[in-house]
Nanobody
Framework: QVQLVESGGGLVQAGGSLRLSCAVSGLAFSRYAMGWFRQAPGKGREFVAWINWSAGSTNYAGSVKGRFTISRENAKNTVYLQMNSLKPEDTAVYYC????????????????WGQGTQVTVSS
């Protein structure tokens, strides 16, 4: 059974930082590209960042570039999202997802999803 479990969300003031983790089990983690997405109330799911299987390539949404960093530890089956200089507009439920093909920003291409973790940034 494939499981993706996010953690690390919470309430933080604007300008603060959080580090999200996503622990993956039940699949060959090192063969999967991983992505982070988010969904704010009343909005659709939005791409945040992806990382390829080897961590040799990453990509970010323009709204988070320079503030967020995606990384992975294949030995621990875990992907991370370091979020710095947080803004109120970053408030959302954050999801990690696994894709068996090449890394992509298209949510529909991802095979497996976590349950999400809430991030709330106060002004």
């Amino acid at each position: 059974q494939v499981q993706l479990v996010e953690s690390g969300g919470g309430l933080v003031q604007a300008g603060g930082s959080l580090r999200l983790s996503c622990a993956v089990s039940g699949l060959a983690f090192s063969r999967y590209a991983m992505g982070w997405f988010r969904q704010a109330p009343g909005k659709g799911r939005e791409f945040v960042a992806w990382i390829n299987w080897s961590a040799g390539s990453t990509n970010y949404a323009g709204s988070v570039k320079g503030r967020f960093t995606i990384s992975r530890e294949n030995a621990k089956n875990t992907v991370y999202l370091q979020m710095n200089s947080l803004k109120p507009e970053d408030t959302a439920v954050y999801y990690c997802a696994a894709h068996s093909g090449g890394a992509t920003s298209y949510a529909t291409m991802y095979n497996y999803w976590g349950q999400g973790t809430q991030v709330t940034v106060s002004s």
